[in-house]
């Protein structure tokens, strides 16, 4: 069996910085594509940030410039820097990894999601 559990996120003021991180557990072959989403009151979920296996990074033309994702692949980990922090910013977040298991079937895994709020 595969998790992935979240960590991080809160209330921060306009302007101010936050760090979410997102750790794979279980059952594990090799971990894929990483990536963060997000969701915020009455729209859809939307992409963040996504990264490879190879440490290739695609960011929302919304966030570019402010957020930075990573990965610790040795901790199976993914993170998200956000910097800038604007009110439009808040919604819950989600990471998202495909992972191939022991079994040697892929997935597409999401954590359990975790509120960040901008606001003074």
């Known amino acids: 069996q595969v998790q992935l559990v979240q960590s991080g996120g809160g209330l921060v003021q306009p302007g101010g910085s936050l760090r979410l991180a997102c750790a794979a557990s279980g059952s594990i072959f090799r971990v894929n594509a990483m990536g963060w989403y997000r969701q915020a009151p009455g729209k859809q979920r939307e992409l963040v940030a996504t990264?490879?296996?190879?440490?290739?990074?695609n960011y929302a033309d919304s966030v570019k410039g402010r957020f930075t994702i990573s990965r610790d692949n040795a901790k199976n980990t993914v993170y998200l820097q956000s910097n800038s922090l604007k009110p439009e910013d808040t919604a819950v977040y989600y990471c998202?990894?495909?992972?191939?298991?022991?079994?040697?079937?892929?997935?597409?895994?999401w954590g359990q999601g975790t509120q960040v709020t901008v606001s003074s």
């Open positions: 998202n990894a495909v992972i191939t298991a022991r079994s040697l079937k892929t997935e597409n895994y």
């Open positions: 990264i490879t296996s190879g440490f290739g990074t």
